[in-house]
């Protein structure tokens, strides 16, 4: 069926055609005589009873500017046979013929995309366009272009032609046919406004348009305002006189859209003679305010349209254009590090070159700026995975008259300023600064210095009717780290938080969340009054560490060696105490400055390799505790003894509401000249040493000095052996809980006063010799060895040994007890 239906159409059009032919004949010899006649329809009744009335039209210019209208034929047809009526439009030479199609109605309802001239379709009332006829001679009619077949309810829209004829073939084979099923208007009209210039020897449709013989005109595509032609290609270049720019504006623009490269229909313009030069721009669809200028007096516009199936509706474009010395000359551009937006008057952009500085100007600098002209200038800095930056703008020079009634306000010139870098047409109004008046040093300084929000700022100056000195301003791009917090003056990553500044904030890694650059060193500092003492605790943390060998929670060199994360306490003196350094995903503890120190130092370092997401952290400054903290204590001249956390064997708690942190701080001190040897006999703190850190509670144990300690959490396996041997005759625990602790089932260790001299002693452990009294303890004082059977000498000191140390015993216990 659909075969059958598609021959049909065929031999329909093939009809058309020969209809046509015939109808030329007569046009042709009607041209000769120069007579605009148009013929009515033939009287049903004067018909010959062998051949039917006919029903064609014909429309013929005498040369005047003639329009006129038309409408269906009346037909009856009873017997349904297929009758073809054409309606043949004419013009004389030097015009050419527009029909628009008011009203119609043509009985069918043609499957999507039929409206617009596709086929098969309408196969039983339809009417055929032809505009794009070349010659009026019969044997050439076979050449035209098919304009497409249309029916149902929705007009074509107006037509031009392309040459001097155009035709209307309209068929049906219903048995009536009434004047009203379709109606329409015509009119000649004058070829020349398509003649833009100087018409390019065997082309259709490109010109060449010179400023010696026309300054300013109109540019229409061939067949504007009706459907273009398809299959179509037609250059038109622009040649002004030195020292001209030329302006191009765009009234209508209404192409066939095919995607946003405008791979189908297009026109292209180029920014100099010929299509090697430089592209302005591709333009397809729906353009508005589509204004451009060329860079010299040189410009060259191409139209093209696909050979393909008439399926489109637009109309082309109309335009005019202007040849002129008086547009803005680009000096001020090139002579400086800025670059011209092609097709703009004035418009620039300035690329950073890697926190590079330089200077923006009025056009017609260093001379007073040129009224009523719009320039734009786009101050684009760094911004990739390995850069980010922010433009800072100060003003060395500023005179754009105010105008009036409103002195206060910016009635005439004025230059905006859009420190997030806004660009769409829709935001210009959106802007953070709109400034005009006299410049003044200050202070305080006008216009003030301004800093973007972010890699891009955004000035759009207008100079209005007034004339003025302009504005000379400097631009320098920084890099932007995008950390909250006092920045350094000169830029660098350097951060400075102040108890009297703020008492709770955050801070960050350099772009977070997003991954922080390569190639760089941020300092953190946190510096609190004389009474107070500032925590500082990690929410996320994850530093690149490829080569990551973290074991037991010992942080440092060997441990971090990419980039990593470091932190100091610092004294009021300059002195620095390290805590560690940290890296992959092992969160650092909650940090805190002891009492009478100045604060914490914290450091980021990266390499120039992988990168990462980095941390973020809340500090809170807080009243000072005493040198214990919450809990904790001093332990000295006794040979062992026993720590737990808070509330053991209880599990610790949080801190009390409100409060950053639970500190304890345990201070032992051995006899000159011995050792401390420290062994956890239970171990549950929350967190994981190697797979997540030690983000909500930590116990840090000062061993080994110099050296930042080690620091523990997560749960010790009974078989585990967790036991550590001072390098001095001191140690320090601090248990540090912060506030989004959920608790734990907690620890105890036992420490023993020691020596390292293990020839002939009695009770040795770990490369350590412990005194005789710990095997009178019941105590675990070594790892993994359960306590032995008190030997003979435990029961001869009992009487004087068991009470002093059962009291110290008892004296540890309550020390480490919450106060």
């Avoid at 595509?221 to 020292?243: A, M």
């Avoid at 206060?408 to 997030?420: E, H, I, N, P, T």
């Avoid at 000072?624 to 006794?638: P, Q, R, Y």
């Avoid at 248990?735 to 260790?749: E, L, N, P, Y």
Wanted: net charge neutral; charged share 20%; proline share 8%.
């Amino acid at each position: 069926m659909a075969a059958a239906h598609w021959l049909n159409s065929l031999g329909c059009l093939s009809l058309s055609l020969l209809c046509l032919f015939a109808t030329t004949l007569q046009v042709t010899s009607a041209i000769a005589k120069e007579a605009t006649e148009p013929s009515s329809p033939a009287s049903i009744a004067d018909a010959s009873p062998t051949k039917l009335p006919k029903c064609d039209e014909s429309f013929v210019s005498r040369g005047g500017a003639v329009s006129g209208s038309f409408h269906a034929p009346e037909l009856i047809n009873p017997s349904n046979t297929s009758r073809q009526c054409l309606y043949t439009f004419v013009a004389a030479p030097g015009q050419r013929v527009l029909v628009e199609i008011r009203t119609f109605n043509l009985r069918g309802k043609p499957p999507d995309g039929a409206a617009v001239g596709e086929l098969p379709a309408c196969m039983h009332e339809y009417m055929d366009i032809y505009s794009e006829m070349t010659s009026l001679e019969a044997s050439e009619l076979v050449n035209s272009a098919f304009g497409g077949r249309y029916c149902g309810p929705i007009p074509p829209r107006r037509r031009v032609s392309l040459h001097r004829a155009l035709a209307l073939a309209f068929y049906t084979d219903k048995p009536y046919t009434p004047p009203t099923l379709f109606t329409g208007t015509y009119r000649f009209i004058n070829s020349s406004e398509f003649e833009v210039g100087s018409p390019v020897p065997n082309t259709l449709c490109s010109f060449v348009i010179e400023a010696s013989k026309r300054k300013t005109g109109l540019l229409l595509s061939p067949t504007y305002p009706g459907i273009y032609p398809k299959d179509i290609s037609c250059n038109y270049q622009f040649i002004g006189q030195p020292g001209q720019r030329i302006r191009l504006e765009f009234r209508d623009f209404d192409l066939f859209f095919g995607g946003p490269h405008c791979p189908f229909d297009w026109v292209r313009v180029y920014d100099g003679p010929d299509n090697s030069s430089a592209v302005i721009g591709t333009y397809c669809g729906q353009q508005r305010n589509l204004v451009l200028y060329s860079s010299d007096e040189r410009l060259l516009v191409s139209f093209y349209t696909l050979p393909r199936a008439a399926n489109t509706q637009n109309r082309g474009f109309k335009g005019i254009f202007e040849f002129s010395e008086s547009f803005v000359k680009l000096d001020f551009i090139s002579k400086h590090d800025a670059e011209h937006i092609r097709g703009s008057e004035c418009d620039q952009k300035i690329l950073s070159k890697k926190e590079s500085t330089g200077f923006v100007y009025h056009p017609n600098y260093p001379f007073p700026y040129i009224q009523k002209v719009v320039c734009r200038y786009f101050i684009y800095g760094m911004q990739d995975s390995q850069n980010l930056e922010r433009v800072r703008l100060e003003f060395q020079n500023f005179s754009i008259p105010k105008g009036e009634p409103k002195p206060d306000s910016c009635a005439d010139g004025y230059l905006k300023v859009y420190l997030r870098g806004q660009e769409a047409t829709d935001s210009y109004d959106k802007h953070d600064a709109e400034l005009c008046g006299e410049g003044e040093p200050g202070p305080p300084a006008f216009p003030p210095p301004l800093l973007s929000d972010g890699p891009r700022l955004v000035m759009v100056f207008s100079s209005g009717e007034l004339q003025g000195r302009g504005f000379k301003a400097k631009y320098t791009f920084e890099t932007e780290y995008r950390v909250p917090g006092t920045a350094a003056p000169g830029g660098e990553c350097a951060f400075t938080y102040r108890s009297e500044a703020k008492k709770r904030g955050e801070f960050n890694s350099p772009r977070y969340p997003s991954n922080y650059p390569s190639r760089t060193d941020c300092s953190y500092t946190l510096v609190a009054a004389p009474n107070e003492q500032v925590t500082v605790v990690f929410d996320h943390f994850k530093v690149k560490a490829d080569a990551w060998n973290a074991t037991a929670g010992l942080y440092g060199g060997a441990t971090c060696s990419e980039d990593w994360v470091e932190a100091w306490w610092t004294g009021r003196e300059g002195s620095r105490v390290p805590l560690g350094r940290w890296c992959g995903p092992a969160t650092p503890g909650p940090l805190q400055s002891p009492r009478g120190a100045l604060g914490l130092l914290l450091h980021l370092h990266t390499n120039n390799e992988a990168v990462a997401s980095g941390f973020k952290a809340r500090y809170i400054f807080e009243p000072a505790k005493s040198i214990f903290g919450d809990c904790g204590g001093n332990m000295s001249g006794a040979e062992y003894g026993v720590i737990t956390s808070p509330l053991h064997p209880a599990p610790y708690a949080a801190p009390a509401r409100g409060a950053a942190s639970r500190v304890c701080n345990w201070f032992v001190t051995a006899r000159p000249g011995k050792r401390l040897l420290l062994n956890f006999q239970l171990f549950a703190v929350e967190g994981h040493l190697i797979d997540r850190g030690c983000p909500a509670a930590v116990l840090r144990l000062w061993y080994e000095s110099p050296g930042p300690p080690l620091e523990l959490c997560g749960e010790k396996a009974p078989t585990d052996r967790w036991q550590y041997l001072s390098s001095s005759n001191s140690i320090r625990l601090s248990f540090i809980i912060a506030d989004k602790s959920v608790g734990a089932a907690g620890w105890r260790a036992i420490w023993t006063e020691v020596t390292t001299e293990t020839e002939g002693c009695e009770n040795a452990c770990a490369g350590a010799c412990l005194p005789r009294a710990a095997a009178c303890s019941g105590l675990q004082h070594c790892a993994g060895a359960a306590p032995a059977t008190k030997p003979p000498h435990c029961a001869a000191s009992a009487g004087g040994g068991a009470a002093p140390l059962a009291a110290l015993i008892v004296l540890a216990l309550v020390l480490a007890a919450p106060h």
